[in-house]
């Protein structure tokens, strides 16, 4: 059940630090836990997969010179925001927008179990049973697996409760190989408004490209439901054809599928006095747009500072509170049809600095930055978000009832086609 070193037992093993869950947030932990040379510790991980290879990309922007340079697939100083009237090309120095697959991840995480002396446990974690001195890790069969001092758990989990708002982002990326020169390397596409828009919510394109034969080309929603695995590929093929792309001289190497919860709801990161959840379930998943992989970044960074300087391994709140209540009239606003996605993301980009409203969606931005981008966004409606927010906070204090209904986020469809099938 459990490895280390090549023993293999089935006692369970008292560890300092358990993580539960072997994904991206976890990945991120463990690489820095040696790069800040936290020695000493026993650690587990607890995941039923060892994940290896390609089964993921983040993108998200950054400032170039950090631990990330050696990993990166790919990055880009300029992108590209395009609506039906214009396409708009933005100079994002300082930052620079960043491209990061997951095999490189897990590949650095395994080389730093090595070097820290890392137990592995190849089972499935079902309850963290939590006294409040230590974390016993049970298998679906009750039994123990692990007692740690510290458990940080980024399996998926829902929110405390379903929010006033709760939408999904949910894409699928073709990763297209062409048989010559044909994408343009200096520059991605952030975000593409000229793909058909839903009745009821936001779609947009972008494409990211690793070289002039090789990007990936994604289409994505901000919508309430899901699409079928048809309607992925029809939009996918229609966005495509938008490019101008010629099909004949392409070929998808791999397919990409997600879904990620853009809502309201409150995750809960400290469920009992020892058990840290990161990633989503830990609130890393910027509301308003779903993007994850920077806040779960600095969440590693600081859990292993924190275990370097002696203390528990507890990160910040990934966003400040003035920017969850932000993306919640934000997110009312776009889906009473207040604004229109592209519309408001247009005049974000058009009337700020790019630096500026990137910085506002990792949630690093001052008040006074906030209150600049605000000004930008149309009054009226925004006004109306932000009064009817307030008064399903009340409803919410008046009546609890409605707070204990539950909210799952869905499973990404994902099609039986080959991802050699063009």
């Given at each position: 059940?459990?490895?280390?070193?090549?023993?293999?037992?089935?006692?369970?093993?008292?560890?300092?630090?358990?993580?539960?869950?072997?994904?991206?947030?976890?990945?991120?932990?463990?690489?820095?836990?040696?790069?800040?040379?936290?020695?000493?510790?026993?650690?587990?991980?607890?995941?039923?997969?060892?994940?290896?290879?390609?089964?993921?990309?983040?993108?998200?922007?950054?400032?170039?010179?950090?631990?990330?340079?050696?990993?990166?697939?790919?990055?880009?100083?300029?992108?590209?925001?395009?609506?039906?009237?214009?396409?708009?090309?933005?100079?994002?120095?300082?930052?620079?927008?960043?491209?990061?697959?997951?095999?490189?991840?897990?590949?650095?995480?395994?080389?730093?179990?090595?070097?820290?002396?890392?137990?592995?446990?190849?089972?499935p974690a079902d309850v963290l049973d939590d006294d409040g001195d230590r974390v016993t890790v049970r298998t679906g069969d009750g039994g123990p697996v692990v007692?740690?001092?510290?458990?940080?758990?980024?399996?998926?989990?829902?929110?405390?409760?379903?929010?006033?708002?709760?939408?999904?982002?949910?894409?699928?990326?073709?990763?297209?190989?062409?048989?010559?020169?044909?994408?343009?390397?200096?520059?991605?596409?952030?975000?593409?408004?000229?793909?058909?828009?839903?009745?009821?919510?936001?779609?947009?394109?972008?494409?990211?490209?690793?070289?002039?034969?090789?990007?990936?080309?994604?289409?994505?929603?901000?919508?309430?439901?899901?699409?079928?695995?048809?309607?992925?590929?029809?939009?996918?093929?229609?966005?495509?054809?938008?490019?101008?792309?010629?099909?004949?001289?392409?070929?998808?190497?791999?397919?990409?599928?997600?879904?990620?919860?853009?809502?309201?709801?409150?995750?809960?990161?400290?469920?009992?006095?020892?058990?840290?959840?990161?990633?989503?379930?830990?609130?890393?998943?910027?509301?308003?747009?779903?993007?994850?992989?920077?806040?779960?970044?600095?969440?590693?960074?600081?859990?292993?500072?924190?275990?370097?300087?002696?203390?528990?391994?507890?990160?910040?709140?990934?966003?400040?509170?003035?920017?969850?209540?932000?993306?919640?009239?934000?997110?009312?606003?776009?889906?009473?049809?207040?604004?229109?996605?592209?519309?408001?993301?247009?005049?974000?980009?058009?009337?700020?600095?790019?630096?500026?409203?990137?910085?506002?969606?990792?949630?690093?931005?001052?008040?006074?930055?906030?209150?600049?981008?605000?000004?930008?966004?149309?009054?009226?409606?925004?006004?109306?978000?932000?009064?009817?927010?307030?008064?399903?906070?009340?409803?919410?204090?008046?009546?609890?009832?409605?707070?204990?209904?539950?909210?799952?986020?869905?499973?990404?469809?994902?099609?039986?086609?080959?991802?050699?099938?063009?």
């Open positions: 059940m459990w490895q280390r070193g090549g023993v293999h037992s089935s006692a369970p093993v008292d560890v300092d630090l358990a993580l539960v869950g072997g994904g991206g947030a976890a990945s991120l932990v463990l690489a820095a836990l040696d790069r800040h040379d936290v020695g000493g510790l026993r650690i587990a991980v607890v995941d039923p997969v060892h994940r290896r290879g390609q089964d993921r990309t983040w993108a998200f922007w950054d400032h170039p010179g950090n631990d990330l340079d050696p990993v990166l697939a790919a990055s880009w100083q300029q992108v590209e925001v395009a609506t039906p009237e214009r396409r708009r090309v933005l100079d994002l120095t300082p930052l620079r927008y960043a491209m990061l697959r997951s095999g490189p991840v897990y590949d650095r995480a395994a080389e730093a179990e090595r070097r820290l002396g890392v137990t592995r446990i190849g089972a007692r740690a001092s510290w458990v940080l758990d980024s399996r998926p989990r829902p929110p405390r409760r379903a929010g006033r708002t709760n939408w999904l982002q949910h894409f699928r990326g073709w990763w297209l190989e062409a048989d010559g020169p044909l994408f343009d390397p200096s520059r991605a596409i952030l975000m593409d408004f000229r793909t058909p828009q839903p009745a009821r919510g936001v779609s947009f394109g972008y494409v990211l490209p690793v070289s002039d034969r090789y990007a990936l080309v994604e289409y994505t929603e901000f919508t309430p439901s899901l699409l079928t695995d048809a309607g992925y590929d029809a939009a996918l093929a229609g966005y495509r054809d938008l490019l101008g792309l010629d099909p004949s001289r392409l070929r998808v190497r791999e397919v990409e599928n997600g879904v990620i919860p853009m809502t309201d709801a409150p995750f809960d990161p400290r469920p009992s006095p020892r058990v840290v959840r990161l990633g989503t379930a830990g609130g890393a998943t910027r509301p308003s747009t779903g993007f994850t992989f920077s806040a779960m970044h600095r969440q590693a960074e600081q859990v292993a500072r924190a275990l370097a300087a002696g203390r528990p391994p507890v990160p910040a709140p990934a966003y400040p509170r003035r920017h969850r209540w932000m993306d919640a009239v934000a997110l009312r606003a776009l889906d009473r049809g207040g604004v229109g996605g592209p519309e408001f993301f247009d005049r974000l980009f058009d009337r700020n600095p790019a630096s500026r409203v990137l910085r506002f969606l990792d949630g690093t931005t001052t008040p006074a930055e906030e209150v600049a981008l605000m000004n930008t966004t149309r009054l009226v409606p925004m006004l109306a978000a932000t009064l009817g927010d307030a008064a399903g906070r009340l409803r919410d204090r008046v009546d609890p009832t409605r707070r204990g209904t539950t909210w799952t986020v869905p499973p990404a469809v994902v099609g039986d086609r080959s991802p050699a099938d063009g």
